[in-house]
């Protein structure tokens, strides 16, 4: 159920980021696929915790596929395509693997892993498909905030997700 979960949320994640525009929140820019990019880190450590590393790997792979063919069947442009592969695929690899060398709680390793996935795929992002490397969606002088504001999403959401499972393991 949480593999189903972690495609779905990469599916809406590309379809919200292609049909509405960013968000300006005090001056950060912010996709509306940040706010559930926030929650597939989680939702691959939840995968990595319960079926391992290879079929997190797997996963990963699948979701970047399945990532490239929506955008394409969407008619995205090329640089968003190949900043969502590439952004996705660096981000998750290195939750991945921070979350598996990391001795430490569960929900720290979650915590610790995701806002070092969660930067390298809103600067990847941003830098490729966004500025004017990429699509030139946004101004050199955008670019900034446009990071830092997926990045702080991306995090509260992290410390959210946090919560809730130190919460859930105290219920138990």
Known sequence: MSIIVYLMAIVTA??????????HIFGFIVTWGTWFIGATFILRDLVQQRYGRVVAYKTIAGAVALSIILSIWQGGLLYITIASALSFFVSETADTEIFTRISSSFTNR????????????????????LSPIGANILPWGAVTMAV??????????????VLMINLSLRVR
């Open 14 to 23: 590309n379809i919200v980021t292609v049909v509405f525009s960013p968000l």
């Open 110 to 129: 979650v915590l610790l892993s995701g806002l070092v996935g969660g930067l390298l795929d809103s600067v990847i992002f941003v830098l490729v498909g």
């Open 148 to 161: 830092l504001g997926q990045w702080i999403v991306k995090s509260l959401l992290q410390g959210i997700g």
